[in-house]
């Protein structure tokens, strides 16, 4: 069976072997890990990778740095309205920190038991092989950007199809955010092309298209922004 999404899915179970050895035959990547843990070895780091063995192994021990950040750098981290996440679902979001976001989201659906989603990554933030090897290992997928208007036509009706197909045969939830980029002025408007995106791939009308992918709104605050540093300077850039 051909594999339309092969370039943009997250990798499945069969392809986390491979994916773990391109890791750990990159020195980039051990580099990178021993930035923050400078006593690891690759024995070590070799050791931790041989308990995962499938993509939700890799949310599973991902919680753990997780669960440190939340008790060592937050006064606390708060949900509401879990019950109203009814899976599989597009957990569609304003967006604010890249990484945060998601992973806070999946934090709180591992902690209670709950199926964690797949994550919309944009292409222009993997700049190294081995970050496009980790976040596909970590049930990301692929959103292809920068590309002609001839090529992300035919990008963004892949992606609309790999949405559909994970929701209604993967039975996977999915995390997404609701505009191109961080709303850096806080005005949160999902983008009207997002929308247009989800429902391209069905066979029915508009509503029905949508209705299908059971979106389910969710609305991430922190008390401080965790780059508002580096808004701030932008908009200083523009002003000046």
């Known amino acids: 069976m051909t594999d339309n999404f092969a370039d943009i ?3 499945t179970t069969e392809e986390i072997p491979a994916a773990k050895k391109r890791l750990l035959d990159d020195n980039s990547f051990v ?7 400078p006593q690891i070895n690759i ?3 070799r050791a931790i990778f041989n308990q995962i063995q ?3 192994d890799v949310h599973h021990y991902c919680r753990f740095p997780l669960k440190w950040l939340v008790e060592n750098k937050t006064d606390s981290l708060t949900v509401s309205g879990l019950e109203n996440f009814e899976q599989p679902a597009i957990a569609i979001s304003n967006h604010r920190d890249i990484i945060l976001d998601a992973a806070f989201l999946n934090y709180i ?3 209670n038991q ?3 989603t797949e994550m919309g990554i944009g292409d222009n933030l993997l700049a190294t092989d081995w970050l496009h090897t980790c976040i596909r290992m970590a049930k990301c997928f692929i959103v292809k950007r920068s590309l002609s208007q001839r090529e992300m036509l035919h990008a963004l009706t892949q992606l609309s199809a790999y949405i559909r197909y994970a929701i209604t045969e993967k039975r996977t939830s999915i995390w997404i955010a609701q505009r191109e980029g961080r709303a850096k002025n806080s005005d949160d408007k999902t ?5 247009k995106m989800f429902a391209i791939s069905g066979n ?5 298209n949508i209705k299908a992918l059971n979106i389910t709104p969710l609305t991430i605050s922190y008390e401080y922004d965790p780059c508002d540093f580096l808004k701030a300077k932008e908009f200083q850039l523009q002003r000046d």
């Open 9 to 11: 899915r997250p990798y």
């Open 31 to 37: 580099t990178f890990v021993q930035q923050f843990q």
């Open 43 to 45: 024995e070590e780091l």
């Open 54 to 56: 499938t993509p939700n």
């Open 109 to 111: 659906l591992t902690i």
């Open 114 to 116: 709950m199926e964690t």
């Open 191 to 195: 983008q009207e092309s997002i929308l």
């Open 204 to 208: 029915s009308s508009f509503i029905e």
